[in-house]
């Protein structure tokens, strides 16, 4: 992800131990006592690469609990996101008085399907795909796109924003895309100057679609 985001986001990406690293009283609460395996090693690498992140900033490392919505909760004057697929986890923590809001998701790189696209495409998205370049799953990228785009509006604004509440743009050419929200989502924010815009950058390989976006400071 250190390609995706500018240099005042700290990012760190889980190495082998990190899986299985040590957890702080406060997160180690989160989970409980009867959470499967597979979400006790996600969960564990994003804190681990949280603290790390934390560091690369010269902050202290502090414990990042879960809030009800199971979203991160980050210490006072950070922001921070965290992704995790098969095999893959990062996290990325910014100082609030740079970044207003920093998202990013990693997902694997294949087809999804008609039902799926049905849930998180729009019309025009899906009339959008026909004119990119082949070999490329386009509506996973969306997929992803999407993700990090609730990622940076959920801490502004503090409501859900659904797949079809974002239209996204894709440019292959500078590997970016943009997302507008829908009007009537913005109407309805409980909080003053929600994101209309939020526009971020992607990169595909064979296992893996990243994408990351921020937002400046007001």
Same mark, same amino acid.
């Given at each position: 992800?250190? *390609?995706?985001? /500018?240099?005042?986001?700290?990012?760190? &990406?889980?190495?082998?131990?990190?899986?299985? =690293?040590?957890?702080? $009283? !406060?997160?180690?609460?989160?989970?409980?006592?009867?959470?499967?395996?597979?979400?006790?090693?996600?969960?564990?690498?994003?804190?681990?690469?949280?603290?790390?992140?934390?560091?690369?900033?010269?902050?202290?490392?502090?414990?990042?609990?879960?809030?009800? *919505?199971?979203? /991160?909760?980050?210490?006072?004057?950070? &922001?921070?996101?965290?992704?995790?697929?098969? =095999?893959?986890?990062? $996290? !990325?923590?910014?100082?609030?008085?740079?970044?207003?809001?920093?998202?990013?998701?990693?997902?694997?790189?294949?087809?999804?399907?008609?039902?799926?696209?049905?849930?998180?495409?729009?019309?025009?998205?899906?009339?959008?795909?026909?004119?990119?370049?082949?070999?490329?799953?386009?509506?996973?990228?969306?997929?992803?796109?999407?993700?990090?785009?609730?990622?940076?509006?959920?801490?502004?604004?503090?409501?859900?924003?659904?797949?079809?509440?974002?239209?996204?743009?894709?440019?292959?050419?500078?590997?970016?895309?943009?997302?507008?929200?829908?009007?009537?989502?913005?109407?309805?924010?409980?909080?003053?100057?929600?994101?209309?815009?939020?526009?971020?950058?992607?990169?595909?390989?064979?296992?893996?679609?990243?994408?990351?976006?921020?937002?400046?400071?007001?």
């Amino acid at each position: 992800m250190r *390609d995706l985001l /500018p240099p005042e986001v700290a990012v760190a &990406v889980a190495e082998p131990p990190d899986w299985t =690293g040590e957890l702080y $009283a !406060a997160e180690a609460a989160c989970l409980g006592e009867r959470v499967v395996a597979s979400r006790r090693r996600d969960f564990t690498a994003g804190r681990v690469c949280a603290r790390r992140a934390m560091a690369m900033l010269g902050l202290p490392a502090v414990a990042v609990p879960a809030g009800a *919505d199971r979203s /991160p909760v980050w210490p006072p004057g950070t &922001v921070g996101t965290i992704t995790h697929t098969q =095999g893959y986890c990062a $996290a !990325a923590v910014g100082r609030d008085s740079e970044i207003r809001a920093v998202g990013m998701d990693a997902e694997q790189h294949r087809e999804l399907s008609p039902e799926v696209r049905r849930l998180i495409c729009l019309p025009e998205e899906e009339e959008l795909f026909d004119r990119l370049p082949s070999g490329i799953s386009w509506p996973t990228v969306v997929f992803s796109a999407k993700e990090t785009v609730y990622k940076v509006w959920h801490p502004i604004v503090g409501d859900w924003l659904g797949f079809h509440d974002a239209l996204l743009d894709l440019d292959p050419a500078t590997a970016t895309f943009t997302a507008r929200i829908a009007p009537a989502r913005i109407d309805a924010a409980p909080t003053a100057h929600p994101p209309s815009v939020i526009t971020g950058r992607f990169v595909v390989d064979a296992n893996l679609v990243r994408t990351a976006a921020t937002l400046p400071p007001r």
